[in-house]
């Protein structure tokens, strides 16, 4: 995610997540054309450096209450009553997952353990994660998941580049896995794996044109970032059982 802004300074963040997704996200038509193309030159990306002046801490505050208590939902700091009123699409999504009993949400092979929303990337939070999640495999391994929530907008293919953007910021930081070892797991490992997750509901992925489109292409590009150790999982959010489970065919 990342806020709208005008007149930007070509060297600034936003104008440097907008270019990559104008050029490659987006195409005319319900399907996509020079897949393979772009994928290789999004694998040139990948070796671009990031640059050191738009990367920010880790920081705890942005998820405490006054009283110190532990705070998953900075976008949710209203009272219950308005929050409900203010809910809708993504921001639903955000609140069941991390919202009350957040350890009882199943993910993947395992389960939630902790998350945040709103997880700046840079350091005026002009780009965020919608989530970052940590989940625990049924084998006891951590994960850390930075999450895109879809709904409507835009596609399979267009999300996994966004959220391969998100991990090559995160990526750039020291121990992002800091915060939750600070939070509620001082027994976290020093390394933690990162995985990045596009999360919406089942429907989204077979709309018509674009969306059930876009679908192929964005595992062929998940496949190809593989060997490179990033890795991007398509999963669905079945808010009936509180479930996030791997997209299958």
């Known amino acids: 995610m990342s806020r709208r802004l005008t007149n930007l300074d070509p060297r600034h963040p936003s104008a440097w997540r907008k270019r990559i997704l104008e050029r490659e996200g987006r195409f005319p038509g319900a399907n996509l054309t ?5 994928i290789d030159r999004l694998l040139q990306f990948l070796n671009e450096p990031v640059k050191e002046e738009w990367l920010r801490g880790v920081e705890d505050k942005l998820w405490q209450e006054e009283n110190g ?4 939902l900075r976008r949710g700091r209203r009272s219950a ?3 409900i009123a203010h809910r809708n699409g993504e921001r639903d999504v955000e609140f069941r997952v991390l919202g009350s009993d957040a350890d009882k949400v199943k993910c993947l092979d395992g389960q939630l353990i902790d998350g ?4 700046p990337l840079v350091k005026d939070k002009t780009i965020e994660a919608d989530m970052l999640l940590l989940m625990q495999h049924g084998g006891g391994q951590y994960r850390l998941l930075l999450t ?5 907008n835009e596609n399979a293919w267009y999300a996994v580049i966004e959220n391969l953007l998100q991990l090559k ?3 750039a930081h020291q121990q992002p896995h800091e915060l939750f070892r600070r939070r509620l797991r001082p027994s976290l490992p020093d390394k933690v794996p990162l995985s990045g997750l596009v999360l919406a509901p089942e429907g989204y992925y077979c709309k018509p044109r674009k969306k059930a489109a876009s679908v192929e292409p964005a595992r062929a590009l998940i496949e190809r970032l593989k060997p490179l150790d990033v890795d991007i999982q398509l999963a669905v959010w079945n808010p009936a059982n509180r479930s996030i489970t791997t997209l299958h065919d």
């Open 169 to 171: 910021l995160l990526q």
């Open 148 to 152: 895109e929530v879809k709904i409507d």
């Open 34 to 38: 020079d897949i393979a193309g772009r």
């Open 116 to 119: 945040v929303d709103a997880f």
């Open 81 to 83: 009553s308005k929050e």
């Open 69 to 72: 208590g532990l705070l998953r």
